[in-house]
């Protein structure tokens, strides 16, 4: 079996590849292990695919390269998708943040990436690579025993998160094979782990509020003001899952428990009345069980019998409590997968790999990791398309 490329992997940015090197003459061979195309697109937003977000700019996204996704970002646009969707006649709509999903199923968009594969393209699904050979061209053997070349070979294969879809580090391990360098991969946007110390907040599993998240340090660091969820586990939730990308094991998490309010606030209210109770006054900002247990961990009662000093000391600890997690719950429940491949290995223009050419790299598979909130997807299209318009 020839072909003009070989792309490992049916996800977002191989179906987008497959489409754009299609419909420019190419003729396309898509290898999937699964046995259909875009499972993790079909599960994503609840099954609508948040599919991707008004608000994409380099800034957005992780990776050792900052300024590595400027390019494909700058020339596939998310008006582009959008434009995408709306010729298919896709219903949608903007949830919150600039978040864009399908107001009917995720199954949608694949089926839309399907139809813009030509009679060019051809699939393999339920199909295991078992050997890359590379000697002038890419030469694949999948686990069937079957053999396809090709002068070019994508790997798209994402990252190890959510491996009950299938992922895995097949990209990782044939770009290690080539030569190529990984940034160390780990979890992202996932949740994190309390220890027996913060037993007290694991019993709040199911409460979540408003707050204001922070994790790692300068540069390398973020804040995110969404929801956090307590859970049986430790912490979840919007503002936990984007602040996951920036932690690092040993390292705190730093949450405003009431971004809202102003300085001095537990002064003013003492003020007002001093019988009132540190309990009840967390409770015009947080939930109930909340407000309990972070008075009850406190350990002041009524605001009268505490000195000014003492309840500005206490907002302060409202405003930064530390937590230090023990871990996350792995790739089994991460979204997708800080680092992989080096950006700088690939060409930003054209995702091909400098040192071996007609080896490409694209998506998840590359070191650059987006925010929650449709981000991901955007990079998958533009890494995607870049590379289409490159085969």
Same mark, same amino acid.
């Given at each position: 079996?020839?072909?003009?490329?070989?792309?490992?992997?049916?996800?977002?940015? %191989?179906?987008?590849?497959?489409?754009?090197?299609?419909?420019?003459?190419?003729?396309?061979?898509?290898?999937?292990?699964?046995?259909?195309?875009?499972?993790?697109?079909? @599960?994503?937003?609840?099954?609508?695919?948040?599919?991707?977000?008004?608000?994409?700019?380099?800034?957005?996204?992780?990776?050792?390269?900052?300024?590595?996704?400027?390019?494909?970002?700058?020339?596939?646009?998310?008006?582009?998708?959008?434009?995408?969707?709306?010729?298919?006649?896709?219903?949608?709509?903007?949830?919150?943040?600039?978040?864009?999903?399908?107001?009917?199923?995720?199954?949608?968009?694949?089926?839309?990436?399907?139809?813009?594969?030509?009679?060019?393209?051809?699939?393999?699904?339920?199909?295991?690579?078992?050997?890359?050979?590379?000697?002038?061209?890419?030469?694949?053997?999948?686990?069937?025993?079957?053999?396809?070349?090709?002068?070019?070979?994508?790997?798209?294969?994402?990252?190890?998160? @959510?491996?009950?879809?299938?992922?895995?580090?097949?990209?990782?391990?044939?770009?290690?094979?080539?030569? $190529?360098?990984?940034?160390?991969?780990?979890?992202?946007?996932?949740? $994190?782990?309390?220890?027996?110390?913060?037993?007290?907040?694991?019993?709040?599993?199911?409460?979540?509020?408003?707050?204001?998240?922070?994790?790692?340090?300068?540069?390398?660091?973020?804040?995110?003001?969404?929801?956090?969820?307590?859970?049986?586990?430790?912490?979840?939730?919007?503002?936990?899952?984007?602040?996951?990308?920036?932690?690092?094991?040993?390292?705190?998490?730093?949450?405003?428990?009431?971004?809202?309010?102003?300085? %001095?606030?537990?002064?003013?209210?003492?003020?007002?009345?001093?019988?009132?109770?540190?309990?009840?006054?967390?409770?015009?900002?947080?939930?109930?069980?909340?407000?309990?247990?972070?008075?009850?961990?406190?350990?002041?009662?009524?605001?009268?019998?505490?000195?000014?000093?003492?309840?500005?000391?206490?907002?302060?600890?409202?405003?930064?409590?530390?937590?230090?997690?023990?871990?996350?719950?792995?790739?089994?429940?991460?979204?997708?997968?800080?680092?992989? @491949?080096?950006?700088?290995?690939?060409?930003?223009?054209?995702?091909?790999?400098?040192?071996?050419?007609?080896?490409?790299?694209?998506?998840?598979?590359?070191?650059?990791?987006?925010?929650?909130?449709?981000?991901?997807?955007?990079?998958?299209?533009?890494?995607?398309?870049?590379?289409?318009?490159?085969?």
């Amino acid at each position: 079996m020839h072909y003009d490329a070989i792309i490992l992997g049916a996800g977002a940015a %191989g179906l987008m590849a497959a489409g754009v090197a299609g419909q420019r003459g190419r003729r396309v061979l898509v290898v999937d292990g699964n046995d259909r195309p875009g499972r993790k697109i079909l @599960i994503s937003g609840g099954g609508r695919c948040n599919f991707t977000n008004l608000h994409t700019a380099p800034d957005r996204y992780l990776s050792a390269n900052p300024h590595f996704a400027r390019s494909a970002l700058g020339r596939y646009l998310a008006a582009d998708f959008v434009a995408l969707v709306d010729r298919y006649g896709i219903a949608w709509h903007e949830k919150t943040l600039g978040q864009l999903f399908c107001d009917g199923s995720a199954r949608a968009i694949v089926d839309m990436l399907m139809a813009e594969c030509p009679e060019t393209v051809s699939f393999a699904f339920g199909a295991g690579v078992a050997d890359v050979e590379h000697d002038g061209g890419f030469r694949v053997t999948l686990a069937d025993g079957r053999v396809a070349e090709a002068p070019a070979v994508v790997l798209a294969t994402g990252g190890p998160s @959510i491996p009950k879809l299938g992922a895995s580090d097949l990209s990782y391990r044939l770009a290690k094979r080539f030569g $190529l360098k990984l940034v160390e991969p780990r979890p992202a946007l996932v949740p $994190l782990t309390l220890g027996e110390d913060e037993a007290l907040f694991r019993s709040l599993s199911g409460v979540a509020a408003p707050v204001a998240a922070r994790a790692g340090t300068g540069a390398k660091g973020a804040a995110f003001r969404e929801a956090a969820l307590f859970t049986h586990r430790g912490l979840s939730g919007p503002a936990i899952l984007q602040v996951s990308s920036y932690w690092r094991h040993g390292e705190a998490v730093a949450i405003d428990f009431v971004p809202d309010a102003a300085p %001095g606030w537990l002064v003013a209210a003492k003020r007002e009345g001093p019988r009132a109770t540190l309990r009840r006054q967390l409770g015009r900002h947080l939930p109930d069980r909340l407000a309990e247990a972070l008075a009850a961990r406190i350990g002041i009662g009524e605001l009268g019998g505490a000195a000014d000093r003492a309840l500005g000391e206490v907002e302060r600890r409202l405003s930064d409590w530390s937590f230090r997690p023990t871990g996350t719950e792995g790739y089994a429940k991460a979204e997708v997968t800080v680092g992989g @491949i080096a950006t700088a290995e690939l060409s930003q223009r054209t995702m091909e790999a400098r040192q071996v050419p007609g080896l490409y790299a694209i998506g998840e598979a590359v070191d650059v990791t987006g925010w929650l909130g449709g981000y991901n997807f955007q990079w998958a299209w533009a890494s995607g398309w870049v590379a289409g318009q490159a085969l």
